[in-house]
């Protein structure tokens, strides 16, 4: 197509009719799954591209696409050739998450190649790089958690891991439970959680590039030297992979608050620490404190607004990352099928894990901006079209995407989590006209975030009448009636007082819980 010879009229025609080619060719020289071609028909396919949608594409955009998410492939060795434009780009996404679908499937992936292209929901990038591809790697985020016995440190935290971290992507690993530097025990070495921590890091910038975060509660022995030694790096310039995050329990903060004194333990003495949250840890913790008063155990003592001044330099340094653990624990919707242990990478989710357990999810985001109508206003309808067929293409995910370990498979069918986030908020408010600190502002944040978990739970419980519920949501927080909201009330309940957080919602939940009353949920 040349666009003086041929005209921008043109240009549809040319899709059309290159489309197929680009499919035959790729499937040829491997870059595309050749079961593309045996389970749809690419005419029809062909026949719905529009270019015209790239019009919506600014040069920072289509510089993106170019340089990673665009199937490219070298020509005579050496000059790279792309085989895709945008809109093959989105076609060969909706095929590659499509394809087991095994009733409408041409139906399916055209609506979901119009999501796409109108870019009203992205998956995460590792989708758009692989999805239709032979490499299969469609969920690049792991959380795991690391025993104290030397199989779990080398297995859970070392190999396990390597093998998760040559697609790139992000892990995040909770290392409280090894024992401190010097304690006392056989099993896994004398030295502690620092070297185990510097060969995972050292085995996350030899498979990389991946990122990487080790999370310690704060009452961890070891903390204060690991923070010292992370200022000390970083003052001599050394690069880090790994970022020390830390899983800040309630009665840390209010220590901090009251200028109170903060213990420090060995995890090997105080092992029952780390499966507590709430009230309960809050009374287990001070009955150690009482034991190491006495003399029973190893202890150190300090100010917790010392400590607290060295976790937030960490943070805002770029070393290190904050997140609230009784917050995350006690509404942690999968709290019956193992324990929440860290976050993730960037702390924006939370995946509970068994015994031998990798957690992952299937991650995308709703294009706020694109939901809203002529006046303004949040446009519901449109919103729980997109989150409907959202929902589909991440669950198809979990079926798809070739996990490098059982044990993140296994995680992945029990619970089949999937996460479903926003972007678009600065766009959104700016068309509403509405000052970003305001609290007209923060009540649409509300607004919005409640209506996508609106739409978001009816479309799985939607899917479950169709697929089947997820193997593990018997005993759940969804089974037993508990939903956001409620989990509000739970949480308040442990911290002993009201927030000032809205707690009635704008819209009607009945009719979606006796939606998952009726059929459960696919997706926790």
């Known amino acids: 197509w040349d666009i003086v010879r041929d005209g921008i009229n043109r240009l549809g025609d040319f899709h059309r009719r290159v489309f197929c080619e680009y499919v035959l060719e790729a499937v040829a020289l491997g870059l595309l799954q050749p079961r593309l071609l045996e389970v749809f028909q690419q005419e029809k396919l062909a026949a719905a591209l529009d270019p015209a949608a790239d019009l919506s594409l600014d040069l920072a955009a289509v510089q993106a696409l170019t340089g990673r998410f665009l199937i490219t492939a070298r020509r005579d060795g050496a000059k790279v050739r792309h085989f895709e434009v945008p809109q093959f780009l989105w076609m060969r996404v909706a095929m590659g998450l499509s394809q087991q679908e095994k009733a409408g499937r041409e139906t399916h992936c055209l609506a979901l190649y119009d999501l796409l292209k109108s870019r009203r929901f992205l998956p995460a990038a590792p989708v758009l790089e692989h999805a239709g591809t032979p490499d299969g790697q469609l969920i690049g985020h792991y959380a795991y958690h690391v025993e104290n016995r030397l199989e779990g440190v080398m297995q859970h935290g070392i190999a396990d891991n390597a093998y998760l971290a040559v697609a790139g992507g992000s892990l995040a690993g909770s290392w409280t439970a090894v024992h401190g530097a010097g304690h006392e025990t056989r099993e896994p070495a004398s030295r502690g959680l620092a070297a185990f921590l510097d060969l995972h890091q050292s085995m996350l910038a030899a498979v990389g590039p991946v990122d990487g975060a080790a999370y310690l509660e704060t009452w961890h022995a070891d903390l204060p030297a690991l923070l010292a030694r992370r200022h000390s790096s970083e003052a001599s310039g050394s690069p880090a992979s790994l970022v020390l995050a830390h899983w800040v329990p309630d009665l840390f903060v209010q220590r901090v608050v009251a200028a109170g004194e903060w213990t420090l333990f060995c995890p090997a003495d105080v092992a029952d620490l780390a499966e507590l949250s709430g009230s309960a840890f809050a009374r287990r913790y001070a009955e150690y404190e009482t034991q190491a008063a006495q003399g029973l155990l190893w ?94 293409a991440l669950d198809n995910i979990l079926d798809l995407h070739r996990f490098p370990t059982e044990s993140a498979r296994r995680a992945a069918q029990r619970n089949r989590p999937l996460g479903l986030g926003v972007m678009g908020l600065a766009r959104a408010l700016h068309a509403k006209g509405l000052a970003f600190g305001s609290s007209a502002a923060e009540q649409f944040n509300d607004e919005f975030i409640e209506a996508l978990a609106f739409c978001a739970t009816a479309a799985s419980a939607e899917l479950a009448a169709e697929r089947g519920s997820y193997p593990t949501f018997k005993g759940s927080k969804w089974d037993r009636g508990l939903y956001p909201a409620d989990t509000l009330a739970l949480l308040e309940q442990e911290r002993g007082f009201v927030s000032d957080l809205p707690h009635d919602g704008r819209l009607d939940w009945q009719p979606v819980r006796e939606l998952v009353a009726t059929h459960g949920m696919r997706n926790s």
């Open 299 to 392: 202890s150190r003592r300090l100010p917790a607004a010392d400590l607290w001044h060295d976790l937030v330099q960490s943070m805002l340094d770029g070393s290190a990352s904050i997140a609230f653990k009784d917050a995350c624990a006690i509404r942690a919707a999968q709290d019956h099928a193992g324990r929440l242990h860290c976050a993730s990478f960037a702390t924006d989710l939370t995946l509970n894990t068994a015994d031998g357990e990798t957690a992952s999810a299937a991650l995308g985001s709703v294009a706020l901006d694109a939901h809203l109508d002529a006046s303004g206003a949040l446009d519901l309808e449109a919103l729980r079209r997109t989150v409907r067929l959202a929902v589909r």
